[in-house]
């Protein structure tokens, strides 16, 4: 995840306010990302940054504390700003649930992600593997992802605190079983919003 760090912020503070137990350290503001992605698996997205001072940060499973940050600069001026790609497909994050304007299909395809909630969200996408079930990924995410998995995590797009901003991803789809998850928290609580509906199992066929 992308993170812009609030003025007098030092990456070194952001993690210690983690450590301490905050899931969003106070002036923080997150800028998405692409999600949970497996190993051997790669992510292709594309975001708008302001100019400042970020970190990229893991929270899978207990990274966000173990494992060291990735403190960087966006400058005001001088650096190419690529154009986003024409999207084959919209992917809206609901209040619980998924909205897609239209089939995803086997081969490569670029998804615009919008967010218009109203609350915050995420979306993971997954390959279930062979005889492997939703309930099953959902039980393997409630262990943080310990043991043996039952699809393939291909990356997708973290939340924003900004929810208007968009963010595009490219994947290839080969035919499978794929699974969209929103794995935010519930607040004081358990929970997360997959257990509350957003999670979508979709078939690409030949």
Request: charged share 20%; glycine share 10%.
């Amino acid at each position: 995840m992308l993170v812009k760090l609030p003025t007098g912020m030092t990456a070194n503070d952001y993690v210690a306010a983690v450590k301490a137990g905050s899931l969003f350290p106070e002036g923080g503001l997150d800028y998405s990302g692409p999600g949970l992605t497996s190993p051997g698996e790669t992510a292709e997205m594309w975001l708008k940054v302001d100019p400042g001072q970020y970190i990229i940060i893991c929270w899978n499973g207990g990274h966000a504390k173990t494992t060291p940050v990735h403190p960087f600069t966006v400058e005001e001026v001088g650096a190419h700003d690529n154009r986003v790609p024409k999207e084959d497909l919209v992917l809206k994050l609901f209040d619980y649930r998924f909205e897609l304007d239209r089939s995803l299909h086997q081969g490569p395809q670029v998804i615009r992600i919008e967010t218009p909630g109203p609350g915050m969200h995420e979306v993971d996408i997954y390959r279930l593997y062979e005889g492997r079930t939703v309930a099953d990924l959902n039980a393997w995410r409630k262990q943080q992802g310990h043991g043996t998995a039952p699809a393939q995590a291909l990356g997708g797009a973290l939340d924003s605190h900004d929810i208007h901003r968009v963010v595009w991803l490219r994947k290839n789809f080969p035919p499978g079983r794929y699974v969209l998850h929103c794995e935010m928290p519930v607040t004081n609580t358990d929970l997360t919003h997959a257990d509350l509906g957003m999670v979508q199992e979709i078939e690409i066929k030949d």
